[in-house]
């Protein structure tokens, strides 16, 4: 079965840096396209960053643009969130997601990731 398991959340004081993993299972995931979203309390989850399944084009919310980079290995079946100049307003719990048609799609369990000094 189709399984994400992300990792790498955590506590960082604003300007410090998280590098979030997702590690992908029961699909091919080489010919996959992949995103990270994000949800803060209160607020709706969110589109961070979408990959294509070569990693050949990203793109990004505007809020995250120029901090956050998004990138694959697609050998270890894994994709990454490099989070750089990280803000109290990027706290939130991150999610890996991947969609294969309408109606079948796949969430992570989440990352919690708290920017706070």
């Known amino acids: 079965q189709v399984q994400l398991v992300e990792s790498g959340g955590g506590l960082v004081q604003p300007g410090g840096s998280l590098r979030l993993s997702c590690v992908a299972s029961?699909?091919?995931?080489?010919?996959?396209?992949m995103s990270w979203y994000r949800q803060a309390p209160g607020k709706e989850r969110e589109l961070v960053a979408v990959?294509?399944?070569?990693?050949?084009?990203?793109s990004y919310v505007d809020s995250v643009k120029g901090r956050f980079t998004i990138s694959r290995d697609n050998a270890k079946n894994t994709m990454y969130l490099q989070m750089n100049s990280l803000k109290p307003e990027d706290t939130a719990v991150y999610y890996c997601?991947?969609?294969?048609?309408?109606?079948?799609?796949?969430w992570g369990q989440g990352t919690q990731v708290t920017v706070s000094s």
């Open positions: 029961g699909f091919t995931f080489r010919r996959c396209a």
């Open positions: 997601y991947v969609k294969f048609a309408a109606r079948d799609d796949y």
């Open positions: 990959i294509t399944s070569s990693g050949g084009s990203t």
